[in-house]
């Protein structure tokens, strides 16, 4: 199932299911708890993120092709840490290069694991049980505040760095989809989600393990080489540009920045 969140005619908030056909029924429902797909035909005035997520995590050098490009060491262990809530923004919407920090920052293609139901204490053989499904996220980055602070909750954490999109797809198989960063039309990363290091069932065991996490968080499963960071020349988003994360079998993230 393709599960968009959108304002409806009346510019009302509602989930709609994308139909073989590519129109849009109303659901009717939580899709974290009970819901019903109806008949309901929605024509969307706007598609927003497709979770209201309570709680993001994102996992740091998953990639052994993006360790290498920042010189990084190989974790024995998920490397986690969390964006805030208040930077989700959906496809179409502008990231805004922070007043504070407008010269360095990146994108990172990673594919998103949204948790269906409230759970802690996963082991990796049952963790495809509370997945809801995956979406695309961009976990935007000020990389002098990284280096500055020297920890990136709060480098990746101002308003508009967490583009979510622009779907929930439920019935995929997502331990092998080419995701792919396309910033003004050039392509940036295109690798493998068979390429993490660690597999969304170990990410899964290893961050619930005496830890609750609540129906509706989002994991971010982390990105490969190709960020502008480790570019030669260096490349940062800029005000004019449009930054494209895709992948394979669930959609396009598009985003133009201001
Ligand atoms: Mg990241």
């Avoid at 101002?158 to 960063?181: E, H, K, M």
Wanted: aromatic content about 6%; hydrophobic content about 40%; overall charge negative.
């Amino acid at each position: 199932m393709r599960l968009y969140r959108v304002l409806d005619e009346q510019l009302q908030p509602t989930y709609a299911l994308e139909a073989e056909d590519k129109t849009f029924r109303r659901i009717e429902g939580d899709i974290l708890d009970d819901y019903t797909i109806t008949d309901v035909v929605v024509e969307p005035r706007k598609i927003l993120p497709p979770i209201e997520p309570p709680t993001i995590f994102a996992v740091a050098g998953n990639y052994r092709s993006h360790i290498e490009e920042v010189h990084a060491k190989t974790p024995e262990a998920p490397n986690f840490f969390a964006k805030s809530i208040t930077s989700v923004i959906g496809t179409d919407e502008p990231i805004r290069l922070p007043a504070v920090a407008p010269d360095n920052v990146d994108y990172e293609v990673e594919l998103a694991v949204v948790i269906g139901q409230t759970c802690r204490d996963v082991p990796a053989d049952r963790a495809y049980d509370v997945i809801l499904g995956y979406t695309v996220a961009n976990d935007v980055s000020a990389r002098d505040w990284q280096k500055r602070l020297g920890q990136w909750v709060r480098p990746k954490s101002f308003d508009t760095f967490c583009p979510l999109g622009p779907c929930i797809v439920t019935d995929i198989d997502p331990s092998n989809l080419r995701l792919r960063a396309i910033l003004n039309g050039q392509v940036m990363q295109d690798a493998s989600t068979s390429e993490m290091l660690f597999s969304i069932p170990q990410l899964i065991e290893f961050i619930s393990a005496d830890l609750t996490l609540l129906a509706g968080t989002v994991i971010l499963t982390g990105t490969p080489a190709g960020v502008g960071e480790a570019r030669s020349p260096k490349v940062y988003l800029k005000s004019g540009d449009v930054i494209v994360c895709s992948i394979e079998q669930i959609g396009e993230l598009k985003n133009p920045v201001k």
